[in-house]
């Protein structure tokens, strides 16, 4: 039986009274058909709790009791919301209260608690593009869910500036995001590269 079960099932001598006692020692009476089959419907059960069952047929005393505990079923898949490369909180929807575990290319692990309406966030560190990060939930009466992963998106870079050029120049200037690669396209289709500094200046030499 597991912790989504709201019948305990089984086969006993027919006809006979089916006991299903719980831990909070609420009992539930069925009773075995013409075959042996019973099923008795009682509230659902957390995970890892013991129920009891014996059977009194008819004509003699009660049997000793079966004892089986009650296992877990994975939780489902927690939604989680796109991730770019500025991201530093994984957020998105799970089971309430659910603990969140996210997972790093680098094996580093994060976690945190889903609130009591699903949301969670969970901190991290910046990832690069095309990373790969692992999610999953688990509450606290079920097993832990698979694995969602998602991709480290990229984002655009900024514009960069660029000084006046002039007849016969070889050298373009201008401004980028510190160490970015710049990249300059002539009208004929040519293309000339570099990279930008620690303050983001740049210097590409072109012909003339």
Not at 164 to 172: A, F, L, M, P, R
């Amino acid at each position: 039986m597991t912790s989504e079960g709201l019948t305990v099932t089984g086969n006993a001598e027919r006809n006979a009274k089916i006991k299903v006692l719980l831990e909070n020692n609420q009992e539930y009476i069925g009773f075995a058909n013409d075959s042996g089959r019973y099923n008795v419907t009682i509230p659902k059960q957390d995970m890892n709790k013991r129920i009891w069952v014996t059977q009194t047929p008819q004509g003699r005393i009660e049997s000793e009791r079966e004892e089986i505990r009650v296992k877990g079923v994975p939780a489902s898949l927690p939604i989680v919301n796109e991730v770019d490369s500025e991201t530093t909180q994984i957020t998105g929807k799970a089971e309430n209260n659910a603990r969140i575990i996210v997972k790093l290319e680098n094996n580093s692990t994060y976690t945190s608690n889903a609130n009591s309406e699903g949301n969670f966030s969970v901190t991290i560190p910046k990832q690069d593009m095309n990373r790969k990060i692992r999610i999953t939930q688990k509450p606290s009466n079920k097993l832990e869910s698979e694995v969602v992963e998602i991709q480290v998106k990229g984002i655009k870079a900024l514009k960069p500036t660029i000084l006046d050029v002039y007849e016969g120049q070889t050298k373009i200037k201008g401004n980028a995001e510190r160490y970015a690669n710049v990249k300059i396209i002539l009208g004929n289709n040519q293309e000339y590269t570099g990279q930008a500094d620690s303050n983001g200046n740049y210097t590409i030499t072109v012909p003339a």
